[in-house]
Nanobody, 124 residues
Framework: QVQLVESGGGLVQAGGSLRLSCAAS????????MGWFRQAPGKEREFVAA???????YYADSVKGRFTISGDNAKNPVSLRMNSLKPEDTAVYYC??????????????????WGQGTQATVSS
């Protein structure tokens, strides 16, 4: 089993920045990649970004150029740096760990482990 704990959420004004962190514990050696997803009230959970331990990164079009995911292995926290935040970025952000190679890192159902989430609120 792998346990994931997110931190770093909060309230920020539009145009500001937040840095989220995801710490993993347990059988971290069984993981292959980490992803970030978010869910706004009344909306479906959506993909934000992912990184593999081999160095590949993936981003949703809505966050490209504004968000940066960093992580090289599950032993160290994986971070999500969010710049130029917009009110529409307001959501609960979840980190998730994949236990194998995925052909589509944007598909939430393929991830094996999930954190409890951290709230990020962007005011206009």
């Amino acid at each position: 089993q792998v346990q994931l704990v997110e931190s770093g959420g909060g309230l920020v004004q539009a145009g500001g920045s937040l840095r989220l962190s995801c710490a993993a514990s347990g059988r971290t050696s069984s993981t292959y990649a980490m992803g970030w997803f978010r869910q706004a009230p009344g909306k479906e959970r959506e993909f934000v970004a992912a990184c593999t331990w081999s160095g590949d990164t993936y981003y949703a079009d809505s966050v490209k150029g504004r968000f940066t995911i960093s992580g090289d292995n599950a032993k160290n926290p994986v971070s999500l740096r969010m710049n130029s935040l917009k009110p529409e970025d307001t959501a609960v952000y979840y980190c998730a760990a994949a236990s194998r190679y995925l052909s589509d890192y944007g598909f939430a159902g393929k991830y094996s482990y999930w954190g409890q989430g951290t709230q990020a609120t962007v005011s206009s």
